[in-house]
Protein backbone atom coordinates (compact mmCIF):
# COMPACT_ATOMS: atom_id res chain seq x y z
CA UNK A 1 0.00 0.00 0.00
CA UNK A 2 2.65 2.49 0.90
CA UNK A 3 4.50 1.53 -2.05
CA UNK A 4 1.82 2.79 -4.71
CA UNK A 5 2.14 6.27 -3.53
CA UNK A 6 5.45 6.85 -2.26
CA UNK A 7 7.01 9.37 -4.28
CA UNK A 8 9.94 8.79 -6.94
CA UNK A 9 13.21 7.98 -4.34
CA UNK A 10 14.81 10.82 -3.27
CA UNK A 11 18.42 11.49 -3.06
CA UNK A 12 19.93 9.91 -0.44
CA UNK A 13 21.50 11.88 1.74
CA UNK A 14 25.48 10.46 1.80
CA UNK A 15 27.65 11.77 3.78
CA UNK A 16 29.27 8.48 4.46
CA UNK A 17 33.06 8.16 3.43
CA UNK A 18 32.04 4.55 2.09
CA UNK A 19 31.01 5.23 -2.24
CA UNK A 20 27.15 6.60 -1.69
CA UNK A 21 26.67 5.17 -4.93
CA UNK A 22 27.24 1.01 -3.68
CA UNK A 23 25.28 1.78 -0.39
CA UNK A 24 22.03 -0.59 -0.18
CA UNK A 25 20.12 1.46 2.02
CA UNK A 26 16.72 1.38 0.36
CA UNK A 27 15.92 4.25 -2.04
CA UNK A 28 12.97 5.62 0.54
CA UNK A 29 13.71 6.01 3.72
CA UNK A 30 10.73 5.99 6.52
CA UNK A 31 11.99 9.76 7.79
CA UNK A 32 10.98 11.42 4.29
CA UNK A 33 7.97 9.34 3.05
CA UNK A 34 6.19 9.54 6.22
CA UNK A 35 5.17 13.11 6.17
CA UNK A 36 3.90 12.81 2.78
CA UNK A 37 1.78 9.68 3.39
CA UNK A 38 0.43 11.51 6.76
CA UNK A 39 -0.01 14.77 5.10
CA UNK A 40 -2.02 12.40 2.07
CA UNK A 41 -3.61 10.53 4.88
CA UNK A 42 -5.02 13.61 6.38
CA UNK A 43 -6.29 15.21 3.37
CA UNK A 44 -8.25 11.30 2.46
CA UNK A 45 -9.49 11.60 6.18
CA UNK A 46 -10.87 15.96 5.75
CA UNK A 47 -12.55 15.03 2.80
CA UNK A 48 -14.15 11.75 4.42
CA UNK A 49 -15.36 14.28 7.37
CA UNK A 50 -16.47 16.33 5.17
CA UNK A 51 -18.84 14.50 3.43
CA UNK A 52 -20.18 13.09 6.28
CA UNK A 53 -20.39 16.13 7.64
CA UNK A 54 -22.25 17.32 4.54
CA UNK A 55 -24.64 14.48 4.41
CA UNK A 56 -25.08 14.95 8.48
CA UNK A 57 -26.31 18.29 7.35
CA UNK A 58 -28.49 17.63 4.51
CA UNK A 59 -30.18 14.63 7.06
CA UNK A 60 -30.80 17.53 9.43
CA UNK A 61 -32.27 20.33 7.99
CA UNK A 62 -34.60 18.24 4.80
CA UNK A 63 -35.05 15.56 7.32
CA UNK A 64 -37.97 17.19 9.18
CA UNK A 65 -39.49 18.24 5.85
CA UNK A 66 -39.57 14.73 3.85
CA UNK A 67 -40.68 13.49 6.98
CA UNK A 68 -43.78 15.89 6.33
CA UNK A 69 -44.05 14.79 2.86
CA UNK A 70 -44.18 11.79 3.45
CA UNK A 71 -46.59 11.41 6.16
CA UNK A 72 -49.01 13.59 4.32
CA UNK A 73 -48.98 10.91 1.73
CA UNK A 74 -49.38 7.98 3.73
CA UNK A 75 -52.40 6.19 5.23
CA UNK A 76 -52.76 6.28 9.24
CA UNK A 77 -51.17 2.03 9.71
CA UNK A 78 -48.52 3.55 7.36
CA UNK A 79 -47.17 6.20 9.97
CA UNK A 80 -47.78 4.15 12.60
CA UNK A 81 -45.89 1.43 11.79
CA UNK A 82 -42.96 0.15 13.43
CA UNK A 83 -39.92 0.37 12.19
CA UNK A 84 -40.95 3.33 10.12
CA UNK A 85 -41.67 3.09 6.93
CA UNK A 86 -39.44 5.52 5.22
CA UNK A 87 -41.27 5.34 1.89
CA UNK A 88 -44.48 4.98 0.77
CA UNK A 89 -46.09 2.65 -1.93
CA UNK A 90 -48.81 4.24 -3.90
CA UNK A 91 -49.29 8.07 -3.81
CA UNK A 92 -52.40 8.84 -2.07
CA UNK A 93 -54.19 12.29 -2.16
CA UNK A 94 -56.84 10.86 0.83
CA UNK A 95 -55.45 13.46 3.24
CA UNK A 96 -55.51 16.40 1.06
CA UNK A 97 -58.94 15.82 0.29
CA UNK A 98 -59.67 15.27 4.35
CA UNK A 99 -58.11 17.89 5.16
CA UNK A 100 -59.90 20.57 2.70
CA UNK A 101 -63.69 18.43 3.63
CA UNK A 102 -62.94 19.41 7.31
CA UNK A 103 -61.24 23.27 6.66
CA UNK A 104 -62.13 25.73 4.12
CA UNK A 105 -58.94 26.42 3.29
CA UNK A 106 -59.90 28.60 -0.21
CA UNK A 107 -61.40 30.93 2.25
CA UNK A 108 -57.96 31.19 4.65
CA UNK A 109 -55.92 31.13 1.60
CA UNK A 110 -57.87 33.90 -0.15
CA UNK A 111 -57.06 35.47 3.13
CA UNK A 112 -53.76 34.59 3.57
CA UNK A 113 -53.10 36.50 0.18
CA UNK A 114 -55.36 39.46 0.61
CA UNK A 115 -53.65 40.31 3.75
CA UNK A 116 -49.85 39.62 2.27
CA UNK A 117 -50.48 41.29 -0.65
CA UNK A 118 -52.17 44.30 0.94
CA UNK A 119 -48.91 44.21 2.88
CA UNK A 120 -46.94 44.49 0.40
CA UNK A 121 -48.43 47.11 -1.43
CA UNK A 122 -49.41 49.55 2.05
CA UNK A 123 -46.29 49.05 2.76
CA UNK A 124 -44.55 50.63 -0.36
CA UNK A 125 -46.95 53.24 -0.43
CA UNK A 126 -46.19 54.48 2.69
CA UNK A 127 -42.20 54.05 3.02
CA UNK A 128 -41.16 55.24 -0.20
CA UNK A 129 -41.96 58.54 0.27
CA UNK A 130 -41.22 58.55 4.01
CA UNK A 131 -37.42 57.22 3.52
CA UNK A 132 -37.30 59.67 0.27
CA UNK A 133 -37.62 62.56 2.57
CA UNK A 134 -35.76 61.64 5.24
CA UNK A 135 -33.16 60.92 2.64
CA UNK A 136 -33.10 64.11 0.25
CA UNK A 137 -34.62 67.20 2.22
CA UNK A 138 -33.66 68.79 4.87
CA UNK A 139 -36.17 69.84 7.55
CA UNK A 140 -36.71 71.01 11.01
CA UNK A 141 -37.01 67.89 13.20
CA UNK A 142 -35.56 65.33 10.55
CA UNK A 143 -33.22 63.45 12.93
CA UNK A 144 -35.22 63.70 15.98
CA UNK A 145 -38.15 61.69 13.76
CA UNK A 146 -35.54 59.68 12.23
CA UNK A 147 -34.41 58.69 15.75
CA UNK A 148 -38.35 57.71 16.40
CA UNK A 149 -38.94 55.27 13.40
CA UNK A 150 -35.44 53.64 14.16
CA UNK A 151 -36.52 52.97 17.86
CA UNK A 152 -39.86 51.56 16.76
CA UNK A 153 -37.83 48.63 15.32
CA UNK A 154 -36.44 47.76 19.05
CA UNK A 155 -40.16 47.63 20.21
CA UNK A 156 -41.33 43.79 20.18
CA UNK A 157 -44.11 44.15 18.12
CA UNK A 158 -45.78 41.14 20.54
CA UNK A 159 -45.35 43.17 23.54
CA UNK A 160 -48.06 46.03 22.14
CA UNK A 161 -50.86 43.49 21.19
CA UNK A 162 -52.88 43.66 23.76
CA UNK A 163 -53.34 47.71 24.00
CA UNK A 164 -54.02 47.30 20.01
CA UNK A 165 -56.76 44.61 20.53
CA UNK A 166 -58.18 46.78 22.76
CA UNK A 167 -57.76 49.41 20.48
CA UNK A 168 -59.35 47.52 17.88
CA UNK A 169 -62.63 46.39 19.33
CA UNK A 170 -63.29 50.52 20.20
CA UNK A 171 -62.55 51.01 16.38
CA UNK A 172 -64.87 48.17 15.25
CA UNK A 173 -61.57 47.14 13.62
CA UNK A 174 -61.94 43.41 14.84
CA UNK A 175 -61.85 40.38 12.12
CA UNK A 176 -61.11 43.05 9.24
CA UNK A 177 -58.05 42.19 6.66
CA UNK A 178 -57.27 45.97 7.08
CA UNK A 179 -56.38 45.69 11.34
CA UNK A 180 -53.84 42.99 9.77
CA UNK A 181 -52.23 45.17 7.76
CA UNK A 182 -52.09 48.16 9.03
CA UNK A 183 -49.60 48.07 11.80
CA UNK A 184 -47.08 46.79 9.41
CA UNK A 185 -47.33 49.29 6.05
CA UNK A 186 -44.46 51.82 8.27
CA UNK A 187 -42.12 49.08 8.77
CA UNK A 188 -39.12 51.02 10.52
CA UNK A 189 -36.56 48.64 9.15
CA UNK A 190 -38.04 49.29 5.26
CA UNK A 191 -37.71 53.37 5.62
CA UNK A 192 -34.51 52.80 7.03
CA UNK A 193 -33.36 50.32 4.08
CA UNK A 194 -34.72 52.59 1.72
CA UNK A 195 -33.35 55.63 2.84
CA UNK A 196 -30.06 53.98 3.00
CA UNK A 197 -30.14 53.69 -1.11
CA UNK A 198 -31.95 56.82 -1.66
CA UNK A 199 -29.13 58.60 0.00
CA UNK A 200 -26.30 57.08 -2.43
CA UNK A 201 -28.54 58.39 -5.67
CA UNK A 202 -26.15 60.96 -7.19
CA UNK A 203 -27.29 64.59 -6.68
CA UNK A 204 -26.70 65.83 -10.34
CA UNK A 205 -29.35 63.50 -11.39
CA UNK A 206 -31.95 65.22 -9.11
CA UNK A 207 -30.61 68.45 -10.18
CA UNK A 208 -31.10 67.60 -13.86
CA UNK A 209 -34.75 66.44 -12.93
CA UNK A 210 -35.65 69.73 -11.48
CA UNK A 211 -34.19 71.87 -14.53
CA UNK A 212 -36.70 69.95 -16.72
CA UNK A 213 -39.60 71.06 -14.01
CA UNK A 214 -39.84 67.55 -13.21
CA UNK A 215 -42.36 66.63 -9.93
CA UNK A 216 -41.39 65.03 -6.84
CA UNK A 217 -43.39 62.30 -7.78
CA UNK A 218 -41.51 62.09 -11.08
CA UNK A 219 -38.29 62.06 -9.29
CA UNK A 220 -39.53 59.31 -7.35
CA UNK A 221 -40.78 56.89 -9.92
CA UNK A 222 -38.16 57.45 -12.77
CA UNK A 223 -35.19 57.86 -10.98
CA UNK A 224 -35.22 57.10 -6.98
CA UNK A 225 -37.44 53.92 -7.66
CA UNK A 226 -35.05 52.03 -10.59
CA UNK A 227 -32.22 52.68 -8.53
CA UNK A 228 -33.45 51.12 -5.72
CA UNK A 229 -34.79 48.04 -7.70
CA UNK A 230 -32.70 45.78 -5.53
CA UNK A 231 -33.51 47.51 -2.05
CA UNK A 232 -36.91 47.41 -2.92
CA UNK A 233 -36.97 43.69 -3.79
CA UNK A 234 -34.92 42.80 -0.55
CA UNK A 235 -37.94 44.18 1.63
CA UNK A 236 -40.19 43.11 -0.07
CA UNK A 237 -38.99 39.47 -0.11
CA UNK A 238 -38.57 39.60 3.42
CA UNK A 239 -42.36 41.04 4.14
CA UNK A 240 -43.70 38.48 1.99
CA UNK A 241 -42.41 35.60 3.71
CA UNK A 242 -42.88 37.50 6.88
CA UNK A 243 -46.61 37.84 6.44
CA UNK A 244 -47.34 34.81 4.76
CA UNK A 245 -45.66 32.72 8.05
CA UNK A 246 -47.11 34.97 10.52
CA UNK A 247 -49.38 33.24 12.85
CA UNK A 248 -49.33 35.73 16.36
CA UNK A 249 -51.39 38.37 14.68
CA UNK A 250 -53.89 36.86 12.87
CA UNK A 251 -54.38 34.63 15.98
CA UNK A 252 -54.57 37.37 18.47
CA UNK A 253 -56.50 40.49 16.46
CA UNK A 254 -59.38 38.22 15.11
CA UNK A 255 -62.30 36.47 16.84
CA UNK A 256 -63.97 34.77 14.33
CA UNK A 257 -62.77 33.16 10.70
CA UNK A 258 -63.88 36.09 8.66
CA UNK A 259 -59.72 37.64 8.33
CA UNK A 260 -57.88 34.66 9.59
CA UNK A 261 -55.48 33.32 7.56
CA UNK A 262 -53.34 30.20 6.77
CA UNK A 263 -51.66 29.82 9.72
CA UNK A 264 -54.01 30.01 11.93
CA UNK A 265 -56.03 27.52 10.16
CA UNK A 266 -53.53 24.78 9.58
CA UNK A 267 -53.08 23.67 13.74
CA UNK A 268 -56.91 23.34 13.51
CA UNK A 269 -56.73 19.84 11.66
CA UNK A 270 -54.69 18.90 14.79
CA UNK A 271 -58.02 17.77 16.60
CA UNK A 272 -58.95 15.75 13.53
CA UNK A 273 -56.15 13.28 13.10
CA UNK A 274 -56.57 10.77 16.38
CA UNK A 275 -54.14 8.55 15.71
CA UNK A 276 -51.43 9.74 13.38
CA UNK A 277 -51.11 13.30 12.06
CA UNK A 278 -51.36 11.96 8.66
CA UNK A 279 -54.06 15.22 7.31
CA UNK A 280 -52.24 17.60 9.75
CA UNK A 281 -49.01 17.15 7.49
CA UNK A 282 -50.87 17.58 4.81
CA UNK A 283 -52.96 20.50 5.61
CA UNK A 284 -49.18 21.50 6.46
CA UNK A 285 -47.92 20.91 3.18
CA UNK A 286 -50.39 23.79 2.08
CA UNK A 287 -48.67 26.34 3.95
CA UNK A 288 -44.76 25.05 3.29
CA UNK A 289 -45.41 24.53 -0.51
CA UNK A 290 -45.52 27.77 -1.97
CA UNK A 291 -42.66 29.49 0.53
CA UNK A 292 -40.56 26.77 -0.77
CA UNK A 293 -40.97 27.21 -4.23
CA UNK A 294 -40.44 30.99 -4.09
CA UNK A 295 -37.76 30.05 -2.04
CA UNK A 296 -36.47 27.42 -4.46
CA UNK A 297 -36.65 29.68 -7.53
CA UNK A 298 -34.92 33.45 -6.08
CA UNK A 299 -33.03 31.47 -3.27
CA UNK A 300 -29.74 33.38 -3.91
CA UNK A 301 -32.03 36.77 -3.84
CA UNK A 302 -33.78 35.31 -0.23
CA UNK A 303 -30.65 34.55 1.23
CA UNK A 304 -28.81 38.06 0.49
CA UNK A 305 -31.59 40.00 1.58
CA UNK A 306 -32.10 37.91 4.95
CA UNK A 307 -28.71 37.82 5.81
CA UNK A 308 -27.77 41.99 4.19
CA UNK A 309 -29.63 42.88 7.58
CA UNK A 310 -27.35 41.26 9.31
CA UNK A 311 -23.85 42.86 7.91
CA UNK A 312 -24.06 46.60 9.33
CA UNK B 1 -55.48 71.54 -0.32
CA UNK B 2 -53.03 68.73 -1.07
CA UNK B 3 -51.68 70.39 -3.95
CA UNK B 4 -50.87 73.39 -2.33
CA UNK B 5 -49.50 71.47 0.54
CA UNK B 6 -46.97 69.26 -2.23
CA UNK B 7 -46.15 72.31 -3.66
CA UNK B 8 -44.75 74.17 -0.42
CA UNK B 9 -40.98 73.16 -0.70
CA UNK B 10 -41.25 73.69 3.15
CA UNK B 11 -43.97 71.44 4.36
CA UNK B 12 -43.87 68.89 1.46
CA UNK B 13 -41.40 66.44 3.39
CA UNK B 14 -43.83 66.76 6.30
CA UNK B 15 -46.54 65.31 3.97
CA UNK B 16 -44.53 62.79 2.94
CA UNK B 17 -43.50 61.29 6.63
CA UNK B 18 -46.81 61.88 7.83
CA UNK B 19 -48.20 58.87 7.27
CA UNK B 20 -45.67 56.95 8.53
CA UNK B 21 -45.10 58.72 11.50
CA UNK B 22 -48.76 58.45 12.08
CA UNK B 23 -48.93 54.66 11.60
CA UNK B 24 -45.63 53.97 13.96
CA UNK B 25 -47.36 56.55 16.43
CA UNK B 26 -50.50 54.50 16.56
CA UNK B 27 -49.60 50.89 16.49
CA UNK B 28 -46.11 50.84 18.70
CA UNK B 29 -45.73 54.44 20.84
CA UNK B 30 -49.48 54.68 21.61
CA UNK B 31 -50.03 51.27 22.76
CA UNK B 32 -46.93 51.30 25.39
CA UNK B 33 -48.48 54.04 27.13
CA UNK B 34 -52.19 52.32 26.77
CA UNK B 35 -50.45 49.05 28.07
CA UNK B 36 -49.12 50.62 31.51
CA UNK B 37 -52.34 52.24 31.76
CA UNK B 38 -54.03 48.93 31.09
CA UNK B 39 -52.09 47.36 33.56
CA UNK B 40 -53.15 49.56 36.59
CA UNK B 41 -57.08 48.31 35.66
CA UNK B 42 -59.00 45.62 36.04
CA UNK B 43 -60.89 44.86 32.88
CA UNK B 44 -62.12 41.73 31.46
CA UNK B 45 -62.33 43.36 27.33
CA UNK B 46 -66.53 43.28 28.03
CA UNK B 47 -67.59 45.06 31.62
CA UNK B 48 -66.21 48.58 33.19
CA UNK B 49 -62.87 48.81 34.04
CA UNK B 50 -61.69 49.44 37.19
CA UNK B 51 -58.84 50.96 38.82
CA UNK B 52 -57.04 48.76 40.95
CA UNK B 53 -53.34 50.47 41.62
CA UNK B 54 -50.82 48.55 42.00
CA UNK B 55 -52.73 45.97 42.91
CA UNK B 56 -51.95 43.43 39.82
CA UNK B 57 -47.85 43.94 40.16
CA UNK B 58 -48.63 42.97 43.67
CA UNK B 59 -50.33 39.63 42.72
CA UNK B 60 -47.84 38.84 40.29
CA UNK B 61 -44.85 39.33 42.83
CA UNK B 62 -46.19 37.08 45.14
CA UNK B 63 -47.64 34.60 42.56
CA UNK B 64 -44.85 31.51 43.34
CA UNK B 65 -45.97 30.64 39.40
CA UNK B 66 -44.79 34.08 38.34
CA UNK B 67 -40.83 33.47 39.50
CA UNK B 68 -41.27 30.29 37.36
CA UNK B 69 -42.53 31.92 34.87
CA UNK B 70 -39.85 34.52 34.54
CA UNK B 71 -37.22 31.51 35.04
CA UNK B 72 -38.48 29.75 32.45
CA UNK B 73 -37.97 32.50 30.12
CA UNK B 74 -34.51 33.03 31.11
CA UNK B 75 -33.29 29.80 30.82
CA UNK B 76 -35.15 29.41 27.31
CA UNK B 77 -33.44 32.76 26.34
CA UNK B 78 -30.03 31.50 27.27
CA UNK B 79 -29.99 27.68 26.25
CA UNK B 80 -31.41 29.01 22.64
CA UNK B 81 -29.22 32.46 22.23
CA UNK B 82 -25.98 30.22 23.09
CA UNK B 83 -26.75 27.28 21.01
CA UNK B 84 -27.31 29.70 18.16
CA UNK B 85 -24.41 31.16 18.28
CA UNK B 86 -22.08 28.35 19.05
CA UNK B 87 -23.86 26.33 15.95
CA UNK B 88 -24.01 29.46 13.81
CA UNK B 89 -20.48 29.90 14.14
CA UNK B 90 -19.06 26.09 13.58
CA UNK B 91 -21.63 25.54 10.49
CA UNK B 92 -20.32 29.22 9.38
CA UNK B 93 -16.91 28.21 9.63
CA UNK B 94 -17.75 24.84 7.87
CA UNK B 95 -19.40 26.52 5.20
CA UNK B 96 -16.62 28.71 4.32
CA UNK B 97 -15.37 27.55 1.45
CA UNK B 98 -16.37 28.17 -2.63
CA UNK B 99 -17.81 25.53 -4.63
CA UNK B 100 -21.01 23.80 -5.55
CA UNK B 101 -21.21 21.68 -2.23
CA UNK B 102 -21.00 24.95 -0.05
CA UNK B 103 -23.55 26.56 -1.60
CA UNK B 104 -26.19 23.60 -2.00
CA UNK B 105 -25.46 23.38 2.19
CA UNK B 106 -25.96 26.84 2.45
CA UNK B 107 -29.28 26.80 0.96
CA UNK B 108 -30.21 23.58 2.67
CA UNK B 109 -29.81 24.80 6.00
CA UNK B 110 -30.97 28.03 5.36
CA UNK B 111 -34.08 26.59 4.12
CA UNK B 112 -36.06 26.31 7.51
CA UNK B 113 -35.72 30.09 8.23
CA UNK B 114 -38.37 30.68 5.50
CA UNK B 115 -41.15 28.19 6.55
CA UNK B 116 -43.53 28.88 9.06
CA UNK B 117 -42.42 28.72 12.35
CA UNK B 118 -46.33 26.93 12.75
CA UNK B 119 -45.52 24.45 9.98
CA UNK B 120 -42.09 23.74 11.99
CA UNK B 121 -43.67 23.30 15.30
CA UNK B 122 -46.65 20.73 13.94
CA UNK B 123 -43.69 18.64 12.23
CA UNK B 124 -41.57 18.40 15.18
CA UNK B 125 -44.94 17.50 17.57
CA UNK B 126 -45.12 14.77 15.35
CA UNK B 127 -41.74 13.61 15.20
CA UNK B 128 -41.56 14.20 18.98
CA UNK B 129 -44.31 12.12 20.04
CA UNK B 130 -43.68 9.92 22.66
CA UNK B 131 -44.43 6.89 21.29
CA UNK B 132 -44.24 6.58 17.47
CA UNK B 133 -42.33 9.79 17.17
CA UNK B 134 -39.38 9.18 14.91
CA UNK B 135 -37.09 10.37 17.82
CA UNK B 136 -38.24 8.26 19.68
CA UNK B 137 -38.21 5.39 17.50
CA UNK B 138 -34.38 5.90 16.65
CA UNK B 139 -33.60 6.13 19.87
CA UNK B 140 -34.70 2.80 20.63
CA UNK B 141 -33.55 1.33 17.47
CA UNK B 142 -29.77 2.47 18.79
CA UNK B 143 -30.62 0.48 22.03
CA UNK B 144 -31.19 3.85 24.31
CA UNK B 145 -34.32 4.77 26.63
CA UNK B 146 -36.81 7.15 25.04
CA UNK B 147 -37.09 10.78 25.65
CA UNK B 148 -40.39 12.62 26.60
CA UNK B 149 -39.59 15.27 24.69
CA UNK B 150 -42.94 17.38 24.74
CA UNK B 151 -44.21 15.76 27.92
CA UNK B 152 -41.19 15.44 30.59
CA UNK B 153 -41.55 18.99 32.07
CA UNK B 154 -37.81 18.25 32.90
CA UNK B 155 -37.37 18.15 29.34
CA UNK B 156 -39.95 20.35 27.11
CA UNK B 157 -37.90 23.54 27.43
CA UNK B 158 -34.89 22.07 25.58
CA UNK B 159 -37.16 20.72 23.52
CA UNK B 160 -38.52 24.04 22.19
CA UNK B 161 -35.40 25.47 22.04
CA UNK B 162 -33.81 23.04 19.90
CA UNK B 163 -37.00 23.58 17.65
CA UNK B 164 -35.65 27.46 17.45
CA UNK B 165 -32.53 26.79 16.80
CA UNK B 166 -32.72 24.30 14.59
CA UNK B 167 -34.83 26.72 12.25
CA UNK B 168 -32.56 29.78 12.66
CA UNK B 169 -29.24 28.69 12.99
CA UNK B 170 -28.88 28.17 9.02
CA UNK B 171 -29.57 32.45 9.11
CA UNK B 172 -27.30 32.86 11.61
CA UNK B 173 -24.90 31.10 9.94
CA UNK B 174 -25.17 33.08 7.05
CA UNK B 175 -24.63 36.04 8.36
CA UNK B 176 -21.56 34.97 10.25
CA UNK B 177 -20.26 33.36 6.77
CA UNK B 178 -20.43 36.84 4.72
CA UNK B 179 -18.65 38.70 8.00
CA UNK B 180 -16.05 36.22 7.52
CA UNK B 181 -15.55 36.68 3.61
CA UNK B 182 -15.41 40.20 3.89
CA UNK B 183 -12.31 39.96 6.55
CA UNK B 184 -9.27 41.33 4.67
CA UNK B 185 -7.40 38.34 3.27
CA UNK B 186 -3.50 40.85 3.80
CA UNK B 187 -4.80 39.87 7.60
CA UNK B 188 -4.51 36.10 7.40
CA UNK B 189 -1.12 36.65 4.50
CA UNK B 190 0.33 38.60 7.57
CA UNK B 191 -0.29 36.14 9.82
CA UNK B 192 1.41 33.30 7.66
CA UNK B 193 4.36 35.00 7.36
CA UNK B 194 4.53 35.31 10.82
CA UNK B 195 3.82 31.29 11.30
CA UNK B 196 0.80 32.01 13.21
CA UNK B 197 -0.93 28.53 14.26
CA UNK B 198 -4.60 28.16 12.74
CA UNK B 199 -6.12 28.70 16.42
CA UNK B 200 -4.23 31.76 16.72
CA UNK B 201 -5.15 33.22 13.52
CA UNK B 202 -8.66 32.62 14.46
CA UNK B 203 -7.98 33.87 18.04
CA UNK B 204 -6.14 36.88 16.85
CA UNK B 205 -7.83 37.67 13.68
CA UNK B 206 -10.91 35.79 13.33
CA UNK B 207 -13.16 36.20 16.13
CA UNK B 208 -11.82 40.41 16.47
CA UNK B 209 -12.94 41.35 13.02
CA UNK B 210 -16.80 39.38 12.83
CA UNK B 211 -17.37 40.35 16.70
CA UNK B 212 -19.38 43.55 15.50
CA UNK B 213 -21.72 40.87 13.68
CA UNK B 214 -21.62 38.54 16.50
CA UNK B 215 -22.71 40.94 19.08
CA UNK B 216 -25.22 42.20 16.52
CA UNK B 217 -26.62 38.50 16.46
CA UNK B 218 -26.65 38.07 20.38
CA UNK B 219 -29.19 41.12 20.77
CA UNK B 220 -31.33 40.29 18.19
CA UNK B 221 -31.59 36.54 19.19
CA UNK B 222 -31.88 37.72 22.76
CA UNK B 223 -34.48 39.85 21.60
CA UNK B 224 -36.42 37.19 19.76
CA UNK B 225 -36.30 34.82 22.27
CA UNK B 226 -38.48 36.74 24.18
CA UNK B 227 -41.01 36.93 21.59
CA UNK B 228 -41.32 32.59 21.51
CA UNK B 229 -44.65 32.18 20.90
CA UNK B 230 -45.90 29.74 18.02
CA UNK B 231 -43.47 26.84 19.21
CA UNK B 232 -45.27 27.18 23.12
CA UNK B 233 -48.82 27.65 21.94
CA UNK B 234 -48.55 24.94 18.82
CA UNK B 235 -46.60 22.26 20.67
CA UNK B 236 -47.09 22.44 24.39
CA UNK B 237 -49.46 24.84 25.65
CA UNK B 238 -47.16 26.14 28.50
CA UNK B 239 -47.11 22.60 29.87
CA UNK B 240 -46.03 20.22 31.23
CA UNK B 241 -46.82 21.31 34.39
CA UNK B 242 -46.36 24.94 33.31
CA UNK B 243 -42.33 24.18 32.51
CA UNK B 244 -43.07 26.16 29.03
CA UNK B 245 -44.83 28.52 30.52
CA UNK B 246 -42.86 32.16 29.38
CA UNK B 247 -43.51 35.79 29.65
CA UNK B 248 -44.83 36.14 26.29
CA UNK B 249 -47.32 33.16 26.81
CA UNK B 250 -48.52 34.11 30.35
CA UNK B 251 -49.02 37.65 28.42
CA UNK B 252 -51.35 35.45 25.82
CA UNK B 253 -52.92 33.10 28.18
CA UNK B 254 -53.88 35.43 31.04
CA UNK B 255 -55.30 38.00 28.59
CA UNK B 256 -57.18 36.03 26.21
CA UNK B 257 -57.83 32.79 27.69
CA UNK B 258 -58.53 34.16 31.29
CA UNK B 259 -59.83 37.52 30.09
CA UNK B 260 -57.49 38.92 33.07
CA UNK B 261 -56.56 42.28 30.64
CA UNK B 262 -55.02 44.59 33.38
CA UNK B 263 -53.01 41.56 35.32
CA UNK B 264 -51.48 40.29 31.11
CA UNK B 265 -51.29 44.28 30.75
CA UNK B 266 -48.51 44.05 33.87
CA UNK B 267 -47.05 41.06 32.83
CA UNK B 268 -46.24 42.84 29.46
CA UNK B 269 -44.97 45.46 31.25
CA UNK B 270 -42.68 43.50 33.39
CA UNK B 271 -41.53 42.01 29.77
CA UNK B 272 -41.03 44.87 28.54
CA UNK B 273 -38.34 46.77 30.96
CA UNK B 274 -36.99 42.99 30.62
CA UNK B 275 -36.40 43.44 27.51
CA UNK B 276 -35.01 47.27 27.72
CA UNK B 277 -32.76 46.42 30.93
CA UNK B 278 -31.00 43.62 28.86
CA UNK B 279 -30.84 45.82 25.52
CA UNK B 280 -29.29 49.00 27.57
CA UNK B 281 -26.65 46.95 29.96
CA UNK B 282 -26.01 44.78 27.01
CA UNK B 283 -25.15 47.73 25.16
CA UNK B 284 -22.73 49.24 28.53
CA UNK B 285 -21.33 46.11 28.65
CA UNK B 286 -20.24 45.43 25.05
CA UNK B 287 -19.71 48.94 23.99
CA UNK B 288 -16.01 48.69 24.68
CA UNK B 289 -14.74 45.24 24.35
CA UNK B 290 -16.01 44.73 20.53
CA UNK B 291 -13.64 45.65 17.74
CA UNK B 292 -14.93 47.94 15.43
CA UNK B 293 -13.37 48.13 11.98
Known amino acids: ?92 WDNFIAAFDRVNFGHFALNSVIVTGGTLLGQFLIIVPAAYAFARFQFKGRDVLFGVVLATMMIPGQLIFLPVFAMYAKMGLLNTHLSL ?86 PRLEALDEIAPTIVMAGNMLLVVPILIVFLLARRHIISAFTYTGVK | MKNALLRDRRLLPYALIAPALVILAVFYLYPIGYNAVLSVFSWDLRGPMKFVGFGNFAELFTDPDFGKVIQNTLVYMGMEVSLVMIFGLILALFLN ?127 GSFQAFDTINVMTQGGPQSSTNTLIFSVYREGFEYYRVGYAAAIAVVLMVLVGLITVLYFRAFQKRVHYR
Open chain 2, 97 to 223: RQGWLSEFLQGVSFAPNVIALVSVSLIFVWLMDDDIGLFNQILSAVGLEPVGWLSDPQVALFSLVLVSVWKSVGLNALIILSALQSIPRYLFEAADLDNASAWTRFRRITIPMISPTLFFLVLVNVI
Open chain 1, 1 to 92: MTTTIAPPAPPTASGSPHGAAASPVPPTTPSTAAPKIAALLGKVVRIFARIIVSILLVLVFAGPFYWMVLTAFQTASEALSIPPQFWVDAVR
Open chain 1, 181 to 266: ILPFIASGFGIFLLRQTFMRVPDSLIEAARLDHASEFTIIRRIMLPLAKPTIVTIGLITFIGTWNNYFFPLVWTTTDAARTLPVAV
